[in-house]
């Protein structure tokens, strides 16, 4: 290449022969100083205003937060949601299961059953099933009333309801561990349940877990609708108090306060089992 | 020497796709048998259906005296049950392009995965013998560590130690160096020579026509679903007598 025509190029910033002596001054980002200071001054605001508020009566929400009641209720809320997710959960690993089985019949009743459950508002299903005496009046020379109180009712409710949506995550989850996995296990003779057990399942769980853990802290909230058939829940407790109470408000906040505990609680837990089943996925060196 | 695997006129096809039309062939004990052929000729589909991962159409194919896949009864095949299958298999070696190591299993779990769950070893039984096994495929240091943590090569030799965790009276090995960096094939194709000094019945699809040469007993030549030629290495490689193996020994070497 002649000279004239690397002359017609515009010059470079040359780089000086010393490249180790020049420090390097990182590039300023007003912009993102001010959106900063302007979020934080509207959140101190939003805070002062909540705490300064006398309606929301902080005194009130701390007398009421360890109280008897309201604990009886906190427990029944935690217990329901570990029954139903875990109920749920087993019958939604049965549902995916038979969708992804070769069985025609299977797979439609499963489909079916997707369908039909997540097409019902969980209210409306809750009401059908505290209602169900009126369509059954016995069960096995039973009174139905007396073999499904509301906490029953409660239990099986949201346990169907939500293996509707567990049956989709596990789905999910087995449809994305390799084809080859399961061939693998195929060739050295590995049983059908085993192979689910060990190879599949486990490794489906990495991408069961964050929706699972979704699913989880909604259940949680979600047992707040039994309140509507009188189940003794945490909400419900709060209701109770504030109905003789008139304390509204902080009754609320006092639910309020203990769905964010124990959420927050549950969101450290699902960090923990998610790196539980990151194991042997972080690659090499 | 008596035969370790027959293939009678197998037929496979895919929805109108044939993939293989009308196979025969004898394997006897103790020797090395490599396939070769072009991509699509029904290599893979033929290795699979000797562990019965894939079932044919017609035809047969036994395994050490055993009918795979079937029981016999007068001129009629009746499928078995799936149990009886994976019995089968277990007495099979299937040694896959990508490896398929399970990757939330050590290695170590991974070799004896096998023997305790299929053929209900004792624990400690296994693990001694695959510690065994590790250390004759070079990676007695890597028991305890994940697959993802290994090269492709000793992930590879991981894989033929799982599969010999169950002592398999034949291998199949499917183009076991292809999914290798080229530095990294020299170490599986020993750990392969290594069993054929054994004297280990293997099916070995490859590529690696150095390799075949070197270990092969006989030479099979794949194209379009057929055999179309098949003997000794010195034969089949160096004189073949089919236009189609020529046309394609040109190519790849
Ligand atoms: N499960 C399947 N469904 C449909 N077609 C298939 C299936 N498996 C294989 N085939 C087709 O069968 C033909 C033979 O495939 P096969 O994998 O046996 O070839 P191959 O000789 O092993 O080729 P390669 O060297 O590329 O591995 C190909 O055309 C392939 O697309
Ligand atoms: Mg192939």
């Known amino acids: 290449m002649s000279s ?32 900063a ?49 875990v109920l749920g959960f087993a019958l939604g690993t049965l549902l995916a299961a038979f969708r992804l089985s070769a069985n025609p019949v299977l797979k439609a009743v499963s489909w079916g059953y997707v369908w039909l ?130 304390q509204v408000i902080p009754l609320l906040m006092v639910a309020t306060l203990w769905y964010t505990v124990v959420t927050s609680v549950l969101g450290v837990g699902q960090y923990y089992v998610e790196k539980h089943y990151a194991r042997g996925t972080e690659s090499a060196r | ?106 290695v170590l779990e991974n070799v004896i995965e096998a023997p305790v769950a299929a053929l209900k070893r004792p624990r400690n039984e296994a693990v001694d013998s695959a510690r065994r096994l590790l250390e004759r495929v070079g990676l007695a240091d890597k028991a305890d560590t994940y697959p993802r943590q290994l090269s492709g090569g000793q992930q590879q030799r991981v894989a033929i130690a799982r599969a010999l965790a169950l002592e398999p009276k034949l291998l199949l090995f499917d183009e076991p160096t292809s999914a290798l960096d080229p530095e990294l094939v020299g170490e599986v194709l020993d750990v392969i020579r290594d069993l054929a000094g054994q004297g280990t019945t293997m099916i070995v699809v490859t590529h690696e026509i150095a390799f075949a040469r070197e270990i092969a007993d006989t030479v099979v030549f794949m194209a379009d679903g057929r055999i179309v030629e098949q003997g000794p290495p010195g034969e089949v490689l160096d004189a073949p007598r089919e236009d189609r193996t020529r046309a394609f020994l040109s190519k790849v070497l």
């Open chain 1, 37 to 85: 200071v302007v979020v934080l001054v509207l959140l101190g605001l939003a805070v002062n205003s909540v705490l300064r508020n006398q309606a929301f009566q902080w005194n009130v929400v701390a007398d009421y937060f360890t109280s008897d009641s309201v604990l009886r209720g906190l427990w029944l809320t935690l217990w329901l949601t570990a029954v139903v997710m």
């Open chain 1, 117 to 246: 459950f997540r097409s019902i508002p969980v209210l409306v299903q809750l009401l059908l099933w505290f209602n169900i005496g009126a369509l059954y009046p016995q069960i096995l020379g039973v009174k139905t009333v007396n073999l499904l109180s509301p906490v029953a009712v409660a239990v099986v409710g949201l346990t169907l309801h939500e293996a509707a949506y567990a049956a989709e995550v596990v789905r999910g989850g087995m449809l994305s561990v390799d084809r080859g996995q399961i061939e693998a296990a195929q060739a050295l003779g590995l049983s059908r349940l085993r192979r689910l057990r060990r190879i599949v399942l486990p490794q489906a769980m990495r991408s069961i877990v964050p929706p699972a853990g979704n699913m989880l802290i909604g259940t949680l909230k979600g047992t707040s609708i039994v309140s509507v058939i009188a189940v003794n829940d945490l909400l419900f407790s709060a209701q109770l108090i504030y109905h003789r109470t008139y």
């Open chain 2, 1 to 106: 020497m008596s035969v370790m695997v027959d293939i009678r006129s197998v037929h496979k096809s895919f929805g109108s796709l044939d993939v293989l039309k009308g196979i025969d062939l004898e394997v006897r004990t103790g020797e090395v048998t490599v396939v070769l052929g072009p991509s699509g000729s029904g290599k893979s589909t033929l290795l699979r259906t000797i562990n019965h991962l894939e079932k044919v159409d017609h035809g047969a194919i036994s395994v050490d005296g055993a009918l795979i896949g079937y029981r016999r009864s007068g001129d009629k095949l009746y499928e078995l049950p799936e149990r009886e299958v994976l019995k089968q298999r277990t007495r099979i070696g299937f040694v896959f392009q990508n490896f398929h190591l399970f990757p939330h299993l050590t």
């Open chain 1, 4 to 35: 004239d025509t690397l002359a017609k190029v515009p010059a470079a910033p040359r780089v000086p022969e010393r490249a180790d002596a020049l420090t390097i001054v990182p590039q300023r980002r007003p912009g993102q100083w001010t959106a």
